[in-house]
């Protein structure tokens, strides 16, 4: 990836740092060297990012190149908002009155070069300061009232940089384009993207373990990614990368579909998307579909305080309630007679105003069939937990939570099983699913199509082994490709 600094006046960048292009304001926009470079990195330097003004067009033209802009159009606009800047800065309060609370003035001026500062005590301000607004230099204004508040931040002028300032900033930017990230290596003839993958170390059930994600990271670095581990705290970075691929347990009123939302916003390649997540996670939804489909369900009713008394009657007991929003075996239940049905249906019914029931279906296994790009990946069967219903029995014993699992090869999956999973997951999207199938006197019945599907090393990539992480990473990459209209002859 080619690393562009852009200035008004190459003089106002006198520094030579290895790999790192500097180019004035008027090449950069009207050179066609610039326009249709396909894989930069662009690192605007420019005096003034007002609206319509060069250093702003140098990041709007950034991006409709497909270049990635540093700052962004949405990060100049951000800076110009105080009511923006006030609600993004919120989290930091706690951060900036343990930073500044010893201070004796009314007011402080913190200037952040390459989300670092000249005194170290600043160093953690500045960083989160910098995640939140990715520009390059920048000038943060405090005043105190009755505690210190952040009052405006904003870009600074590449020449306002006090001179005794400059030996810092010099060594900050050479740290800065050092890291490997921005690195210029290339790994074969292959393109450099950036990829995050977003997971909670602290998860309790990730859909990936430990393993799977080491796996995963080289597996992309191996195609020429960038592959960095990213967490909650790093939402203002998401413009950074090229694509997102979420490993962390998805719900609608939680970060990951926050993330996914303003991943997809800024342009890029998401699994799980934002569309898939609101689909699949809504189990109401996810049966209306799949009822209006044809696609075979067990028999579903969608529960709400009118027709709960008809549920023993068309469903028998016992019966499965599922909250819309449960997962990984939480939030469902089975009722095992007509006093536990009505218990249950008060405690749902009064968090939802629907909810979903199902004739109860035992199996021995379900079937998860993974499906990428509308086609099978893997094909698995997962037991039920010891001496319990589902897969998993969050109150069983320590060695019983989780039932065993069994990869099969698609040779040995039923062909009704298959063609049920793909139909199934096709009504969703063409991303990552793993679709749970309940395989009853040879027919298939949908149980849930899953928008963050478990992978896991020693399960899910018992026959492909390192070939599953790769597929799904080469689909990424293809996307992205396809994005950026990058020819390649690899698919």
């Known amino acids: 990836m080619r690393k562009i600094v852009v200035v008004d006046n190459p003089k106002d960048w006198d520094v030579a740092i290895e790999d790192v292009e500097v180019v004035d304001v008027q090449t950069y926009l009207t050179d066609t060297t610039y326009t249709d470079i396909k894989n930069a990195r662009i ?60 201070l004796r003035s009314k007011s402080f001026t913190l200037s952040i070069y390459f989300g670092q500062n000249v005194a170290q005590k600043y160093e953690k301000l500045c960083k989160q300061l910098h995640d939140l607004f990715q520009a390059p230099l920048l000038r943060a204004q405090f005043v105190y009232k009755d505690e210190w508040v952040l009052q405006s931040i904003s870009a600074i002028p590449i020449n306002d940089v006090p001179e005794h300032h400059w030996r810092y900033l010099v060594r900050f930017a050479k740290s800065y384009f050092a890291r490997h990230r921005f690195s210029g290596a290339k790994i074969g003839r292959n393109k450099i993207y950036d990829l995050a993958i977003l997971h909670d170390p602290n998860e309790k059930e990730p859909p990936s373990n430990k393993k799977a994600l080491q796996h995963f990271v080289e597996a992309g670095e191996g195609m020429g990614f960038y592959v960095e ?149 893997y094909a698995c069967k ?10 998993y029995n969050w109150n069983g014993k ?10 099969v090869p698609f040779e040995e999956v039923p062909f009704v099983v298959l ?40 399960c899910e990539d018992q026959i492909l082994k390192k070939e599953l992480y790769t597929a799904i990473l080469k689909s990424i990459k293809k996307r992205i490709d396809d994005n950026k209209n990058v020819k390649t002859d690899e698919y």
């Open 43 to 102: 690192f605007n330097l420019c005096r003034s990012y007002k609206y319509q003004s060069a250093g702003y067009y140098v990041s709007l033209l950034a991006e409709a190149r497909g270049h990635k802009p540093i700052p962004s159009v949405a990060t100049m606009q951000d800076l110009k908002s105080p009511t923006i800047v006030r609600a993004i800065t919120v989290e930091l309060n706690d951060l900036i009155h343990k930073t500044l609370g010893s």
């Open 229 to 377: 581990m990213i967490t909650k705290d790093d939402y203002r970075r998401l413009a950074e990368f090229d694509a997102l691929f979420i490993r962390e347990t998805t719900s609608v009123n939680h970060h990951t579909y926050k993330f996914a939302r303003k991943a997809y916003a800024d342009g890029l390649v998401v699994i799980d998307d934002p569309i898939s997540i609101l689909r699949c996670t809504n189990k109401v939804y996810l049966a209306e579909l799949l009822a209006k489909a044809k696609v075979p369900i067990p028999k579903t009713m969608i529960i709400h305080k009118d027709n709960r008394e008809l549920v023993e009657q068309e469903l028998g007991i016992p019966c499965v309630l599922k909250k819309p929003d449960s997962s990984f075996s939480q939030g469902v239940v089975k009722a095992k007679d007509s006093e536990g049905l009505q218990r249950e249906l008060d405690e749902m019914l009064a968090d939802s105003e629907l909810i979903i029931g199902q004739e109860f279906t035992p199996t021995d296994f379900d079937w998860r069939i993974g499906i990428l790009d509308k086609q099978p990946l």
């Open 382 to 391: 997962y037991f039920m937990a010891k001496g319990h219903w589902q897969i």
């Open 398 to 407: 320590k060695n019983d939570t989780e039932g065993d699992h069994e990869t």
């Open 419 to 458: 063609h049920t999973a793909i139909k199934a997951a096709n009504l969703i999207g063409n991303g990552l699913y793993g679709v749970d199938i309940k395989e009853i006197d040879g027919k298939a019945y949908v149980i849930e199509v899953n928008d963050n599907p478990s992978i896991d090393a020693g």
